[in-house]
């Protein structure tokens, strides 16, 4: 059915939010203020969704976004709004869940301004992209926005150029060596994914993803001198067809050193294919600074570093405190950080190996003057929080990268801490996706 309908604000990810007949009408691309005419349906979710077909009335800080497969992808759905609006939004996202999820005790809560990306565009450091064989050649791309189907990409705009330059090299490569990009339903091919990840002085490590093991000796020589930044070449099997996680299964380093090292500052950390490492490094490196300026570190300080990856939060602050204790799942992340602090001759880092939720216990028994949480999106969960304020660390730095777990875990929180201030984080530009940096302390 084609409407005419006037758009009131963005939604959550970042759609705009119109209403026919009092029903809310989800349409992406759309901004607020705009009249649209759009052709409406009830989607998959049974919400109503509109499609633009004409803009009746554009909004002043509409901008011509840069992809050329925008709106193909879903993965950026900002990049038509004017960047400044965006940090501005984000902010009001953030502002929305304070004010309504947890309103009582955040009457004295600081809600800054966005911390701003240094780059709207190339900013993201590693990709892994689903590969495929058309008949002719291999192509890599994203997913099409509600199917199975990937799209021949030649760039991504938000990501590092050296990222696309160098797979669309390997692309070629397998092309001409016959080795081709598999196939889930004739369950043909056997390249399922190519992961590259940049560091901030432009070196590379990438991974292959295969269906099942092949003999890639020339492949990876050829891959190995596209160019000098190449520094690591692994490859990872991944018989699951039903799942999109691509960097799981057994590793096999096949070229170069095992690790790709970072640097912020004057600390290194080392990063394998599956380590988790923000997607932002300039953003990263702003976070963390923000984190050693307000955290109020002392040399007498033990801090608990939960939830650590390569313990790179741990490495950067343990020069500012007495003792770090550094808690992560992900058994190759530990092995990394351990080699990072050793590199880093820090002596007062303990990295352990284990669930920071079925820790619990034994932790309650420790003693942390601070704590530094940097959950997944599920969050902290009641049983962390339940450590936390029986602890009674001074104070709680949270990093979150989902609003509604990070909201639902500072109200249990704040029946013993003061939330003092929250920072959004545009961790991601041109998308809806918003970060955020969240001090609390301890009631007096």
Known sequence: MIKKIEIEKLANDGEGLAYDDNKPVYVYY???????????????????????????????????????????????????????????????????????????????????????????????????????????????????????????????????????LTINKILKIMTDLEIYGYNYRSKKGVVKYISVRTNSLGEMQITFVLKQATDLEILVSKTASISNKVVSIYQIINDNDKSREALRGPKKLLFGSRYLKEYIDDKIFLLSPESFFQLNYDVTKKVYQLIKEKGNFSKEDVILDAYAGVASIGIYLADSVKQVWSIEINNSAVKAAEEAVKLNKIENIKVISGDVVKMTDYLTKQHFDKVIFDPPRSGLGEDVVNFVLKNEPKSVIYLSCDVKSLVKDLKMLSSKYDILETTPIDMFPMTAHVESITFLALKV
């Open 30 to 164: 759309a901004l607020p203020g705009e009249v649209i005419e759009a052709e409406v349906f009830t989607n998959q979710r049974n919400a109503l969704e509109g499609k633009i077909i004409d803009i009746k009335e554009e909004s002043q800080y509409r901008v011509k976004p840069q992809c050329p497969y925008y709106g193909l992808c879903g993965g950026c759905t900002l990049q038509h709004l004017d960047y400044f609006e965006t940090l501005k939004y984000k902010r009001e996202k953030l502002s929305f869940m304070f004010s309504t999820k947890i309103r009582k005790s955040t009457n004295k809560t600081t809600i800054n301004n966005t911390i701003k990306s240094d780059f709207e565009y190339r900013y993201r450091n590693q990709t892994d992209l689903p590969v495929a064989f058309d008949g002719e050649k291999n192509i890599a791309g994203l997913y099409i926005r509600g199917s199975n189907q990937i799209f021949d990409m030649n760039d991504c705009v938000i990501q590092k150029a050296n990222l696309s």
